[in-house]
């Protein structure tokens, strides 16, 4: 539960503004997650998550660039808990997961950075992954691949 609620809380910084910890315990109760201030705040920290100036000039909470050790390590468990297949069509690289599971396993990929992928897309149990060109995204498969058990 604990790596499914981080990979929500870096993809809901990544799309909402959110400025204060109030502001991401509502969210994520909004996402079904019933958490304390004080986990949150613990959450935060594992995460290493800052605060940066938004456009408008507030702060928003962000995620580091580049992924910490121990970060990395949870993505790997979101990643291996979670998927079940992963197939290739041209420049496409479509990740199939148990239900439910797309959307957490698709924020932890898209949090690694990977330079290769322009964009992915995550439904129930299915995600799909642009690359940049059909080779990226043949190493990409491989990569996913290892993390299948």
Avoid: W
């Avoid at 959110?18 to 705040?41: A, D």
């Avoid at 940066?52 to 970060?71: C, E, L, N, W």
């Amino acid at each position: 539960m604990k790596l499914s609620r981080h990979a929500k809380i870096l993809e809901l910084i990544k799309i909402h503004p959110i400025t204060t910890q109030e502001e991401l315990l509502q969210k994520l109760e909004e996402e079904g997650y019933s958490v304390t201030q004080s986990t949150v705040s613990r959450d935060i920290k594992t995460l290493r998550l800052q605060k940066s100036h938004s456009i408008d000039g507030k702060y928003r909470y962000s995620a580091p660039t580049g992924i910490q050790p121990d970060v990395k390590n949870g993505f790997s468990g979101i990643l291996s808990g979670s998927m079940v297949s992963v197939d290739l069509a041209q420049n496409i690289v479509v990740v199939k997961t148990f239900s439910g599971m797309a959307s957490a396993a698709c924020a932890a990929i898209d949090s690694m950075n990977l330079p290769a992928v322009v964009g992915s897309l995550a439904g129930d149990d299915t995600i799909f992954i642009a690359c940049t060109d059909s080779d990226s995204a043949d190493r990409l498969m491989s990569t996913l691949k290892k993390y299948i058990s």
